[in-house]
């Protein structure tokens, strides 16, 4: 069974600080979503990590895959409050690589 | 486009109902999917579609079922409602299974 955990499940941090969060997952996959949720809203797609070493970045969020070490990062560059959020990632399985296990969620809150 | 639309968007059910939540999709997406979250927590697979008359369980299928007749929309139904069921379910939809996942706005349902 494939297990995604997330670390650190919440984060509490500075405005114009830098922070990175992991997502580390237990079986082979090459094919990870980075989320964002706003409280009571839905999912955003950020970021569709297709291969290893891939590195994506919009804004202030960077994401990056390592296949061999069934690990992704989400960093974050100078944070502004309005990064508060949710942040999810979630991995493909199966063989049609439909099926998305997600983390539990990363809780982000940015303070002036 | 509207994207994914979701109906209803609240719903309270007694125990023992049964219900069909409504998603649609206007984006020609031939992958749909229904997943529930529970609070606090990350998505959960209930079933998903990889084109009309094609779909498969997901992690958590117990006491659900789908059907796609169109390649539009991806009904769900709750037959017997349980506390259990009691959840916030996102339809979401994608292009191929590389592509990322699309969110509807979800349907709040309390079960008492």
């Known amino acids: 069974e494939l297990k995604v955990e997330q670390n650190p499940l919440f984060l509490s941090m500075q405005e114009g600080k830098n922070y990175t969060i992991y997502c580390n997952y237990s079986t082979t996959s090459d094919r990870l979503y980075w989320y964002r949720q706003d409280p009571g809203k839905s999912l955003e797609s950020l970021f569709v990590?297709?291969?290893?070493?891939a590195v994506k970045q919009e804004g202030r969020l960077m994401a990056s895959l390592d296949t061999k070490a069934r690990l992704s990062t989400l960093h974050i560059t100078a944070a502004v409050h309005d990064l508060s959020a949710t942040y999810f990632c979630?991995?493909?399985?199966?063989?049609?690589?439909?099926?998305?296990?997600f983390g539990e969620g990363t809780q982000l809150t940015v303070n002036p | 486009n509207a994207g994914v639309t979701q109906t209803p968007k609240f719903r309270i059910l007694k125990i023992g109902q049964s219900m069909t939540l409504q998603c649609t999709q206007d984006?020609?997406?031939?992958?749909m999917y229904w997943y529930r979250q529970d609070p606090g927590m990350g998505l959960k697979l209930i079933y998903y579609s990889v084109g009309a008359g094609i779909t498969d369980k997901g992690e958590v299928p117990n006491g659900y079922n789908v059907s796609r007749s169109t390649t539009e929309d991806f009904p769900l139904r709750l037959e017997l409602a349980a506390p259990s069921q009691t959840s916030v379910y996102f339809c979401?939809?994608?292009?191929?299974?590389?592509?990322?996942?699309?969110f509807g706005p979800g349907t709040r349902l309390t079960v008492l």
């Open positions: 990590l297709l291969s290893n070493g």
């Open positions: 979630a991995v493909a399985t199966g063989t049609s690589g439909s099926r998305l296990t």
């Open positions: 984006m020609n997406h031939n992958y």
């Open positions: 979401a939809s994608s292009y191929t299974d590389f592509y990322e996942q699309f």
